[in-house]
């Protein structure tokens, strides 16, 4: 027997006893007489003692054990007297009587606590020692307990838990694929899964009504954010519903999570319209922990001589802005940062006007010289103004306008701290369009994937105005965060036509691509729909992570490599002639 109890769960109630513990040498310190060594394993922490009085030779030999040895130790509890109440076995201690080395460690090259002096590369060659911190541990326990929660609720609700395979044909969700040589078929390949999308359709044809699946996806993207070339998603798919018995379905899902796992009430989920989230919030995913919308000025701005607004106005333009409470008494060099943020490229708007509502009652404005007080008074009731508040206003291209205050909402709500890191905004967004326009290319494209239903009161603008059709597609937000997306499925062949059509992808595409699907879908296929959770994602929410490698075992790093195992790295001439591929270049 290695142990009769872990490291965490000793306590005053076990006063006397005689255990037996394993685990890791956090730290040995001798100590008048004594030694002291910290014995961690996954549970927790407990303190074993030597005394050089009652065995001076296993106190000389306690003394040698390095940081990180695998130990098996014997002895009593007892009660310590200076106590730690910060860790659950911080009244007791063990008088060891007996121990033994089982396994021997090299000085590890960093600090294996929470703070550690190890570089986030270092971290990454060394993960298992990484692992070994109480953050990353308690991030782990935290995403098995919410996978257990999911499994769970949607068990209880009849879902089945059906697995896919990985090595799959090409399907579209609109990233590069993964792709795997067939060393059987030389020149062919197979893709690994951007998502099981056709795979769980077909399980729907296939009657299995509703399925879910932890599961691994692969999507070959460069790097953008915070991604991970494989990720986890909680894929579930349900035939015969409506969007509303999805939202009921997930929004409960994701309420009974946070209830099991954090002991928090989260409220029934809102729903807002893509189309007004952009148009307040200047994003499709905005955190609402804080207010400050965007508000438009187009109708509103009095008459007056100031060309940036005008021009604007009549090339179709818009004119808007935030109301940044609170910042009257910004300096010259606070609005420049402001200014100089919203002119980055990716942002490109040529500046921000600004009126500020002095706490004195006086009003000064960067516009001075083209609008009375009284009309930059009449402004600010627009965004109820009141003493103390800063306006800053942008006029340009209608998506930019909306981009670049969306971004610096964010950014005011940082500087200002208008966020309780402690509250949790989770919502619905739907009626997202169902096509994008190219910004430059001009070109048609799904807005999510070419399978997603079309609200059938749009079918009108398919072919005039196809913008303009919204989509029975939806995000869940978190924090600012789209954590899961989704829709109700096209089930008609003639609808899935039309999209196509407006792809426009040729009758041979089709049936290259999607063949298989379109021959599924005439054996009688049932209405359905669903979604996919970005399981990273909710866990660095939940645990309050920073990044996503913080929540997953063994992340690559954001150039897509796996410093552990040195990973992609090049194989044999001989691997390469089996699959009948010659590396150029
Ligand atoms: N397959 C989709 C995705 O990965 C989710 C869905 O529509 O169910 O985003």
Redesign the pocket.
């Known amino acids: 027997m290695y142990r009769s109890h872990t490291c965490g769960e000793l306590n005053l109630t076990n006063n006397g006893t005689e255990v037996t513990l394993s685990g890791w040498v956090q730290k040995a310190r001798a100590l008048g007489g004594m030694t002291f060594v910290d014995l961690r394993d996954r549970y927790g922490i407990t303190q074993l003692v030597f005394n050089m009085e009652s065995d001076a030779a296993l106190c000389e030999r306690a003394n040698k054990l390095g940081r990180e040895f695998v130990i098996q130790a014997k002895g009593k509890v007892a009660e310590r007297s200076s106590k730690n109440l910060n860790i659950p076995t911080g009244e007791i201690e063990i008088l060891v009587s007996e121990f033994t080395v089982l396994s021997e460690s090299e000085t590890p090259p960093f600090i294996i606590e929470n703070e550690t002096d190890g570089s986030e590369e270092l971290r990454l060659k060394y993960r298992y020692l990484d692992i070994r911190r109480p953050k990353l541990r308690d991030t782990l326990i935290m995403r098995a307990q919410i996978n257990k929660a999911v499994r769970e609720y949607l068990d209880n609700k009849d879902f089945i838990e059906i697995e896919t395979p990985n090595l799959i044909k090409s399907t579209p ?1 609109g990233a590069r694929d993964f792709l795997v040589p067939s060393r059987l078929v030389n020149g062919a390949f197979y893709a690994l899964p ?4 056709i795979l ?1 359709q077909l399980l729907m044809v296939a009657g299995m009504d509703r399925y879910y699946q932890i599961v691994r ?1 692969f999507r070959d993207e460069d790097f953008r954010g915070d991604r991970q070339p494989e990720f986890t ?1 909680v ?3 349900m035939s015969f519903v409506h969007q509303d018995d999805i939202f009921d379905t997930f929004g409960g899902l994701i309420q009974y999570v946070f209830k099991k796992v954090l002991n928090h009430d989260l409220p029934a989920l809102q729903r807002l319209k893509y189309d007004d989230a952009i148009r307040l919030y200047g994003s499709d995913k905005p955190d609402l922990r804080f207010d400050c919308k965007i508000v438009e000025l187009n109708a509103l701005l009095p008459k007056s001589e100031f060309g940036v607004f005008n021009t604007q106005i009549e090339n179709g333009g818009l004119v808007a802005g935030l109301n940044a409470k609170g910042c009257a008494a910004y300096t010259r060099k606070q609005l420049d940062e402001l200014t100089e943020f919203v002119k980055a490229s990716h942002r490109g708007l040529g500046g921000l006007v600004n009126i500020k509502f002095n706490e004195d009652g006086s009003v000064k404005s960067s516009i001075d010289k083209f609008f009375t007080e009284e009309q930059l008074r009449e402004i600010g009731k627009a965004f109820d103004a009141q003493k103390g508040d800063l306006l800053l206003i942008a006029a340009d291209k209608i998506s930019k306008v909306r981009k670049s205050l969306g971004d610096l909402r964010l950014d005011l709500a940082k500087r200002n701290n208008w966020i309780d890191e402690k509250s949790w905004s989770v919502l619905w967004i739907v009626d997202f369009p169902l096509f994008e326009k190219g910004e430059e290319s001009g070109e048609i494209t799904f807005a ?2 070419p399978f ?1 239903s079309p609200h059938p009161e749009d079918l009108q603008y398919f072919d005039t105005d196809p913008t303009r059709v919204r989509a029975q597609t939806y995000d869940m937000v978190m924090n600012g965060n789209e954590i899961l ?3 109700i499925r096209i089930h008609q062949k003639d609808i899935q036509e039309r999209v196509f059509n407006n792809l426009g992808l040729t009758p041979e595409d089709r049936e290259k691509k999607f063949g298989f699907m379109l021959n599924a879908f005439k054996y009688g296929a049932p209405p359905h729909g ?3 959770f970005g399981m990273d994602r909710l866990v660095m929410l939940m645990s309050g992570g920073d990044t996503i490698r913080d929540v997953i075992a063994y992340p690559k790093t954001s150039g897509g490599r796996d410093l552990m195992m040195d990973a992609p790295t090049a194989v044999d001439e001989k691997q390469l002639k089996e699959l009948g591929i010659k590396v150029v270049g």
Do not use: F, T
């Open positions: 969700e951007q998502s099981p999308q769980k996806c998603q894929d579930c798919e999510h994937h997603c997306s989704g829709s669903g979604c996919a």
